[in-house]
């Protein structure tokens, strides 16, 4: 390789180092000059402070004149060697599209939920009242769905199993909770351990049997942790929960804790503001109150929880003078 070569390989280095990878590669021709000329200016520099563009100027020597006389005609020059990195780039094929797989049937896509306005108004059912035999039968569907979805890759990995609600199809009351807890998680049942205990307590002073209750959680996964569900979480559970609340048609919800107040009424108010009126999801009147959790970490919510439970009361008629 001679010096002109050489220089213009070295050249040819120095910028695609410097950008990166260049997009104007030098082709190939019969004279340096020419080759050179293919270059776009550039205004960084070098190591030894000389730019590519003075580099440039000063390869480029004049060309001896040819004399008027008729010359025979020399073969051209191999061409200069093409750097490695220039070859490369090249040959860069364009990126094979990429494939997306549609969601399964039983992995519905994650849900945009629109905001409702607040406070909600009253509105009626979608669909109309079902049989006993037909609401057990959309459950066991239902039941089904959630038991195949796996939209929140966070928790489903490490759920025991999805705790889907209990209690009879016919019924006035559904009673939600928060996200399912160890205990929950393991039995496959909302409102159990202690915090069921304290529910159970609470449900038999109101004079409500718990076998006349439905009872579900917002979310049928168990977050690690025990941490709190993120708004992604409670949109792809949402749907499960009102397509629940749908078949059964209550006409009482009582909300516990503030993630059952967040799919519910799709609030982030706070349960001190909310509590003490009811407010309403479709038809149903809703009650919202502290979970029996946090009743067990602040025991001075308990009589907070109470005057709540007499307002159902005073509201059914079975609350004594």
């Known amino acids: 390789m001679d010096s002109d070569q050489w220089k213009l390989a070295s050249l040819q280095t120095l910028e695609y180092l410097q950008r990166l990878g260049v997009k104007h590669l030098p082709k190939p021709s019969a ?12 205004s960084s520099k070098g190591s030894s402070g000389t730019s590519i563009a003075s580099s440039r100027t000063q390869l480029q020597a004049p060309e001896p004149k040819q004399p008027t006389s008729q010359v025979p005609k020399q073969p051209a020059p191999a061409p200069a060697p093409v750097p490695v990195a220039a070859q490369v780039s090249t040959q860069v094929s364009a990126p094979a599209p990429v494939q997306v797989a549609a969601p399964s049937a039983m992995e519905p ?5 629109a905001k409702p306005s607040w406070p909600p108004v009253e509105s009626p059912w979608m669909t109309p009242t079902r049989s006993a035999q037909d609401r057990s039968e959309a459950l066991g569907q239902l ?6 979805c796996r939209l929140c890759k966070d928790i ?3 759920r025991r199993q999805t705790v889907f609600g209990v209690g009879p199809v016919t019924t006035r ?3 939600i909770g928060d996200a399912p807890g160890p205990e929950e998680d393991r039995l496959g049942e909302p409102f159990v351990g202690s915090s069921g205990e304290l529910f159970d307590k609470i449900l038999r002073a109101t004079g409500i049997p ?5 009872i579900l959680n917002t979310l049928k996964c168990r977050p690690p942790n025990n941490r709190v569900p993120s708004d992604m979480e409670l949109d792809n559970c949402r749907p499960y929960m009102e397509a629940q609340l749908e078949i059964l048609q209550p006409e009482y919800i009582i909300c516990w804790g503030a993630t059952a107040v967040r799919a519910v009424l799709q609030t982030t108010e706070s349960i001190g503001r909310l509590r003490g009126r009811f407010h309403c999801y479709k038809k149903a009147k809703v009650l919202v109150t502290y979970h029996p959790t946090y009743l067990e970490r602040a025991p001075e919510a308990k009589k907070l929880t109470w005057q709540d439970m007499q307002m159902l009361m005073r509201e059914l008629g079975t609350l004594k003078a």
């Open 210 to 214: 718990r076998d006349q209750v439905y």
């Open 156 to 158: 489903v990995c490490h």
């Open 173 to 175: 009351f559904v009673m």
């Open 143 to 148: 039941k089904l769905q959630v038991e195949a």
């Open 109 to 113: 896509a994650a849900r945009s939920v």
């Open 31 to 42: 004279k340096l000059s020419e080759i050179l000329a293919d270059w776009v200016d550039v």
